[in-house]
Nanobody, 119 residues
């Protein structure tokens, strides 16, 4: 059983910053999960933003590389997404994801948090 609760979205002007948080309630080993952030803009498919392993290895979409930073606090079972130099094209609903390949491929999603960047 995995529950993910995001927070931290909102409205910001272009060039500004936001920090998203995702608190995980996981029955089992948190270390088995790769945590990630995805986003979905209106009329577009959901896309990867960034992922991070338990050991701290990260992966970013080209569109956010150098502007966004993903991190995780394993003791708190929380993952963060620091978003700097925001652009209007970053406007989307951001979803937290927990993925594990232990015992099969499983993906769990949060409810999403809206990020709106005004020009």
């Amino acid at each position: 059983q995995v529950q993910l609760v995001e927070s931290g979205g909102g409205l910001v002007q272009a060039g500004g910053s936001l920090r998203l948080s995702c608190a995980a309630s996981i029955r089992g080993m948190y270390s088995f999960y790769v945590m990630g952030w995805y986003r979905q803009a209106p009329g577009k498919q959901r896309e990867l933003v960034a992922t991070i392993t338990y050991g701290g290895s990260t992966n970013y979409a080209d569109s956010v590389e150098g502007r966004f930073t993903i991190s995780r606090d394993n003791a708190k079972k929380t993952v963060y997404l620091q978003m700097n130099s925001l652009k209007p094209e970053d406007t989307a609903v951001y979803y937290c994801n927990a993925h594990t390949s232990f015992g099969g491929n499983y993906d769990y999603w949060g409810q999403g948090t809206q990020v709106t960047v005004s020009s």
